[in-house]
């Protein structure tokens, strides 16, 4: 089970500093706007070692945020939960004998969506998800709510660069395949081997240079009126075609 961490807010210079340095989970620092104070440009320091998203923002905003008044132009969000790295989930599979199985979103913003694919990914015997640093969400306390105790058993790795973590893995034999709505039917597709499933955002799917990088697209078959699903479900559907084609694969014939 992996090492819990409450979702909370930092305050003030020395906290700040001294969680950086104590090796806390910090998903996001806000930082007053202009502000070139030597304890603050060592926080900044520190930030720019790991995966925080640094924001800077007008005093009215961090006065806003505060709950002690007394943030001294710093206030740091740490996260839910610890994040893993990439060769985690590679080491997971390796230690069940498995190809690789993983999940990559891209532009996931929505909590709710996040916990509702992590549920969803332990369902399916995943080996991890990966998320992008910027643009997406972390893991928040409504992430780990919504994931039901999901959260605690399917690691997530948070990386700088999707595109680079996708040649990476090419690298280690995996292959990749995105939601797209002009693919191939998903049940033509082959989703066993070491594989990579990426889900895109619900209003601009998955980026382009993402895209370019998979190796195939798998559509999702629809005959109604609305023209894409809720990112979660989507996942869920491609997700149970891939284990149900794993599954057959590995047993020859398909459980009920």
């Given at each position: 089970?992996?090492?819990?961490?409450?979702?909370?807010?930092?305050?003030?210079?020395?906290?700040?500093?001294?969680?950086?340095?104590?090796?806390?989970?910090?998903?996001?620092?806000?930082?007053?706007?202009?502000?070139?104070?030597?304890?603050?440009?060592?926080?900044?320091?520190?930030?720019k070692?790991?995966?925080?998203?640094?924001?800077?923002?007008?005093?009215?905003?961090?006065?806003?945020?505060?709950?002690?008044?007394?943030?001294?132009?710093?206030?740091?969000?740490?996260?839910?939960?610890?994040?893993?790295?990439?060769?985690?989930?590679?080491?997971?599979?390796?230690?069940?004998g498995?190809?690789?199985?993983?999940?990559?979103?891209?532009?996931?913003?929505?909590?709710?969506?996040?916990?509702?694919?992590?549920?969803?990914?332990?369902q399916?015997?995943?080996?991890?998800?990966?998320?992008?640093?910027?643009?997406?969400?972390?893991?928040?306390?409504?992430?780990?709510?919504?994931?039901?105790?999901?959260?605690n058993?399917?690691?997530?790795?948070?990386?700088?660069?999707?595109?680079?973590?996708?040649?990476?893995?090419?690298?280690?034999?995996?292959?990749?395949?995105?939601?797209?709505?002009?693919?191939e039917?998903?049940?033509?597709?082959?989703?066993?081997?070491?594989?990579?499933?990426?889900?895109?955002?619900?209003?601009?799917?998955?980026?382009?240079?993402?895209?370019?990088?998979?190796?195939?697209?798998?559509?999702?078959?629809?005959?109604?009126?609305?023209?894409?699903l809720?990112?979660?479900?989507?996942?869920?559907?491609?997700?149970?075609?891939?284990?149900?084609?794993?599954?057959?694969?590995h047993?020859?014939?398909?459980?009920?």
């Open positions: 089970m992996k090492e819990r961490y409450e979702e909370s807010f930092l305050e003030g210079r020395n906290s700040v500093l001294e969680a950086f340095r104590a090796g806390k989970t910090i998903d996001r620092l806000y930082v007053l706007a202009g502000c070139k104070d030597g304890p603050v440009q060592s926080i900044l320091r520190e930030a070692k790991g995966d925080t998203i640094v924001r800077f923002v007008a005093k009215e905003r961090l006065d806003q945020m505060s709950g002690s008044g007394r943030h001294q132009g710093v206030i740091a969000k740490t996260a839910a939960y610890e994040y893993a790295q990439v060769e985690d989930l590679l080491a997971e599979a390796k230690k069940k498995e190809d690789p199985f993983l999940f990559l979103l891209d532009g996931i913003e929505d909590p709710h969506n996040l916990g509702a694919i992590l549920r969803t990914a332990n399916l015997g995943a080996h991890g998800v990966i998320i992008p640093k910027n643009r997406a969400v972390g893991l928040t306390g409504t992430v780990a709510k919504t994931s039901a105790g999901a959260i058993y399917t690691p997530v790795a948070k990386v700088t660069n999707l595109v680079q973590t996708i040649q990476d893995l090419k690298k280690q034999g995996l292959w990749f395949v995105c939601a797209a709505m002009d693919g039917v998903m049940y033509k597709t082959n989703l066993t081997g070491p594989l990579g499933i990426v889900i895109g955002s619900e209003g601009s799917g998955v980026s382009r240079l993402v895209r370019e990088n998979c190796d195939f697209c798998a559509a999702i078959p629809m005959k109604g009126q609305i023209d894409s809720n990112a979660s479900v989507a996942m869920g559907v491609l997700g149970y075609e891939a284990f149900r084609q794993r599954l057959e694969k047993t020859g014939n398909v459980e009920t």
